[in-house]
């Protein structure tokens, strides 16, 4: 699955773009272009952003590509969002595109959330350039969930994509068809997907009963599977979006594990941030949650548990500031 940023999602034929590109190539100064953006056209503005980070890419340069949007994006927060909103917004998708393209999934995250806040403002839009970024960050953010094995929610991501490039395809064929045909190609291979991550769950679910029935019976180390058995479940569950049903066997995992582990040990510190991240997704018990990740933080820093302290802290810090609100309600800001 490709992001958005493919030159065969949307076909850029109209010559103010490429000549802006042109331009850029050849060294026009970077204010020129932020004053062209500025006062361009929503479709233009999108077309230009996309070749000029194509050029970049295509010349090997994607972490310079990514430096350089992240850089005209802070030039136009400094003339007032009001103003120049769809140019942010269409940087901040073809930025996104870039940061999964480099393998940084979770800063592409952050990017879409800040897209689809500014995209809300102004919900019922219905022209070309509103439909087309929306569609373009959904496609994306199907990927990202697709990376993340979330796939109820990358299913979802990619149907509403679909849709609304659909109708665009309807009004400019010739630009959006391809598009089309991508995003239906990405919603079969999703579709695919959730069912062998429904499989797999079955899967667990008949070794966790075999494990339980080995451990009711007395036989040696049958406790450490169930253990793992447990956790590949609960995995499951919260990759499916079911997180209540996860924090049951993430919490049944944990009561058996303190049984054969009387000190506090690393497995137990995954598991209690698997289980404080469901807490927190189930939304109810949020609370519960953020008190056991901070709890987890001090643990993490006796363990000397580096990668875990900093897994703590982002899904703390995305807790906060409700970048997980944003990406789990979108559909329900937007018209069908």
């Not at 800063?107 to 087309?132: C, H, T, W, Y």
């Amino acid at each position: 699955m490709t992001t958005s940023l493919d030159s065969l999602f949307i076909t850029v034929s109209n010559s103010q773009s490429l000549n802006r590109l042109e331009a850029f190539k050849a060294g026009s100064s970077i204010f020129a272009l932020r004053h062209s953006l500025a006062n361009a056209p929503l479709p233009i503005v999108i077309d230009t952003i996309r070749v000029v980070a194509q050029y970049m890419v295509n010349d090997n340069n994607i972490s310079k590509a990514i430096s350089y949007l992240l850089w005209l994006d802070t030039m136009f927060a400094r003339r007032g969002a009001e103003t120049v909103v769809d140019v942010h917004i269409a940087i901040k998708q073809a930025l996104a595109a870039l940061l999964i393209e480099d393998e940084k999934i979770e800063p592409a995250m952050a990017v879409i959330a800040e897209a689809l806040n500014l995209l809300v403002q102004n919900s019922r839009r219905k022209d070309e350039g509103f439909m087309s970024l929306l569609a373009m960050l959904l496609y994306d953010l199907a990927q990202v969930h697709c990376i993340k094995k979330e796939y109820k929610q990358a299913e979802r991501d990619i149907l509403k994509s679909l849709k609304l490039l659909e109708k665009l395809s309807k009004i400019k064929p010739q630009r959006y068809s391809s598009a089309q045909l991508l995003a239906l190609n990405a919603s079969t291979s999703i579709y695919r997907s959730r069912v062998d991550q429904a499989n797999l769950l079955a899967q667990y679910q008949v070794a966790t009963s075999t494990y339980l029935e080995e451990v009711n019976s007395g036989i040696i180390d049958a406790t450490s599977r169930l253990i793992t058995s447990l956790q590949n479940e609960g995995n499951t569950l919260s990759q499916m979006n079911r997180y209540r049903e996860a924090i049951h066997f993430y919490t049944r995992a944990l009561k058996y594990l303190t049984r054969i582990e009387s000190d506090f040990s690393l497995q137990q510190l995954q598991l209690s941030i698997s289980l404080g991240e469901a807490l927190i997704q189930a939304k109810t018990t949020r609370d519960k949650g953020v008190h056991l990740l901070n709890t987890m933080l001090h643990k993490a820093t006796k363990l000397n548990a580096t990668a875990e302290h900093k897994q703590i802290v982002n899904i703390l810090l995305n807790a906060r500031n409700n970048r997980l609100d944003i990406l789990g309600f979108w559909h329900k800001m937007f018209p069908k």
